[in-house]
């Protein structure tokens, strides 16, 4: 209750400070008297005298006249800003004996012919808008000396940036962050944020960035990127600058990283470096999934299948402690007057992990539960390397030519040593397993794209076309040790299973695809989108297990049961048709797609034949409405037909764990999502209020489930089956309230994510067979905070409380229904002789459950002191602790199906590091060719 009471009483003093406005009012007109025009569009901004925060603002009609209601009364500055003019300030005041300010005709004047003349009063204006793009000027804000890009866009309005980087802007999450419109070592944000300095930035853009296709026809397609440009200043585009930074630190803890970046106008050079067992691993590693992860095969939105040898990048959790070596170079350049335009990246990095992991299991099955306790000893590694390059070719102003191409090559080892406990509910032994794994994966991935589009001579009639193939070659080797002991009720051992084997999988697929679009439009505002592809698909999969002979050594002995070798041929055509209505303020579209997917499968084995012939449906629909540039709604629907996998289908038993046995289904049939989304979002840039509303939910009919049999000696099988007349659910609500309050800037935020998912359970004791429904639910509520003072200090955090459901209607009063509290602080507070001290504390508490008694509580506390040298502050002595309470204790709970788990796992530890960092830079004017 006393969470209601605060965020009803905090959301009525954002209403308070925001609304409470008078009848006061000023009005006049923005012309240029030179050219003797109306400026239609101009930003009229008033601003607070005292502050020169925003009041109020607005934009000129196309006459030139404007008018601003609703004021306060006091002393204000207006200001007008129109591009490629010079900006206009004035000083007014409003009072009982001036109530309306009548500013008349205002004449701005061209910086072209400014010359002299002064026309600015006041500050520099810290915002611009311009059409969709909202424009922080880097002059109106706090940059001290060796100041990085993350610490100049942590002052902006409506903009957040966390503790690892992550920026959120207008309530969405920055997902792009460009340096002169361009991507930097493939469109990695941090790389950016973290390593630019501030005092090279001019200009900061905020957009949403347009899909391609909606950039390249004009029809909205809905589809945004929340985006960062970073702009930089002109004597900033030549020269070179960059980082070193070293550490050493208690218990064999160390951290490298060397960056060095050249830049000529529009040609830039980067290279990067960096070695540590701290947790940090460099880069980030986001591409986009051209394969389908885990083992056997998955298939996409159009039908299409795909073979993958599993083993995803390994990237680091907080699991264990790991050794992490990276390294990168980019290159990108325009020339010919933009004609042509390179990017391109290299990346390497090699990464290991040793830890030890505890997982508690409780498995809730119909009249009775089993419990289980594993403790595992691991040790994975990954080695990558990765070479990409876009040319993009500019024909003329109607024609564009981009090409893309990429190759990876990767390594995967994993070694697991494993021994796992069961026991019945009355605490009886049930089993006993101990098993070795170990899995050497060797990947090949290539993919090469050309993408053309052009404009017709009728505005709006369009086409492109995309041609794009793909190769994957996915090797690997591996052996499975295990014994398995089986206890009767009373603790007498039973039988014993044991294997030992040698598992080898040979993964390959081919992939064509092609697309072409054509846009016409119908009037003005109503156009029509018709889309033709076609798809064709080969691959195998070899996978095979061999055990021992009796009295031999060789694993020679082929196991029929757990091998598979087949082949697939897939040929698909889809044809589709979206209608797009664009008026005003608002956009509308609905339209589907269908592809006619044919399958054929070859046992290699058997001589079996399976062929399958189906239609996959992609209806979709969006309405958004644009209130303002800064105030819109979107509601959508979109539907997909999805397709059972061959690891569903195939059926071949996998006994990578003996005590969870997978079947497949030849029989499955296709289930069908249907998902509906929106939100509402309305910001004021200047006083930083923003409200964000967001929201979705999706069922499936028809759904693919598992149904697991469960026998006496606690041994499951799983296998997949169709569950008519039921529809799992996914949803999810997300809310957040910021504004300015007393000069700090305060967020309330609120979420809900759940689902409810089905599955059938049999219990072999009794014979019984059930329908479980588990439902998950994770309610959270978030206060946000953040201050800056200009050579004094300034901080950031959040804190709130957490709620879990998570329980099986097998056994509903063994859930793990819970609740929790997380919070994060952290501050830069600068102390005199160059000093400066950084703490920051991490709080996490998950309460006991019914299923899980034991709870969780850490405090991380880090700190870190620095001492600057000289008067750019670009050498730094700094002193850090790492976890200073010595509670980083790993911890993770959750549900699937009817079984609850929780993992408690080594991660890093309390340290003490010694580091010095030298910032080196040198920049020139360079030429504007």
Known sequence: MKITISSIALLVLFSLTGYAQSNYAIKGSAVDTSEKKALHNTTIMVLNAKDSTLSKFTRAAADGAFAINNLNAG???????????????????????????????????LKSRLLKDVIIKGQVTAIKIKGDTTEFNAKAYVIQPNDKVEDLIRQFPGIQVDKDGKITAQGQTVSK?????????????????????????????????KSDQTTFTGIDDGVKTKTLNIKLKDGKKSGYFGKADVGI??????????????????????????AANTGKTGLNWDDSQKYA???GSTMDDNGNYYFNGGGDDLRYNGQGIPVAKTGGAHYDNKWANDKYTINSNYKVGALDIDGTKKTVRQNNLPGRIINSTTDQLFNNSIFRQKLDATLNIKFDTTANLKIAVDGTIKEIKNNTTSADTSRRGNNTLLNLSNSITTNDNKRRQFNASAFFTKKLKKKGRTISALFAVSSLDDQS??????????????????????TDQYKTGKNKNINLNTNLTYTEPITKALSI??????????????????????????????VDSLSNYFKLNQLSNQAGAILNYTKGKTIINFGTKASDVSFKQINEYTGDILKRHFINWNPQAMFMYKFSQQQSLRVSYNGNTNQPSIGQIQPVKNNSNPLYITLGNPDLTPSFRNNFGGFYNSYKVLSGQSVYISGNYSFTTNPIVNNTSTDAGGKTTIQYFNLPGKRPSNYNVYTEVSRKILGINIGLGGSMYGNTSYNMVKNDVNATNQLNTTKAIDYSVTININKYVQNKFNFYGNVGPTYSINQSSLQASNNSNGGGFSGYFGGNYYLPLQFELNPNVNYTYSAPTGALPQGFRSTILNVTLTKSFFKEKNLKLSLAVNDLLNQNNGFNRYAYGSIITEDRYTTIKRYFMFSVTYDFTKMTAGSTK
């Open 477 to 498: 080797t591996g052996f499975l040790n295990s014994k398995l002991a089986y206890f009767d009720t009373t603790g007498v051992l039973t039988r014993t299973e044991l």
């Open 177 to 209: 962050v460009l340096l002169d419109g361009e991507e930097f070592f493939g469109d990695d944000p941090t790389l950016v944020t973290k390593n630019i300095r501030a005092d090279m930035v001019d200009k900061v853009q905020l957009y949403d960035k």
């Open 75 to 109: 002393k204000f500055i207006l200001v007008l800003s129109y591009p490629g003019y010079a900006d206009y300030a004035e000083d007014f005041t409003l009072d009982e004996k001036a109530p309306i300010h009548n500013f008349a005709k205002i004449s701005l004047i």
């Open 249 to 274: 630190g208690t218990d064999k803890y160390y951290t490298g990283q060397l960056l060095y970046n050249k830049f000529q106008n529009k040609e830039k050079f980067s290279l990067y470096g960096t």
């Open 293 to 295: 992860d885990g083992n």
């Open 529 to 558: 989108v018709f889309n033709y592809g076609l798809n064709a698909n080969n691959g195998s999969s070899d996978q095979r297990s061999y055990s021992k002979p009796a009295g031999g050594i060789d694993y020679s002995v082929l």
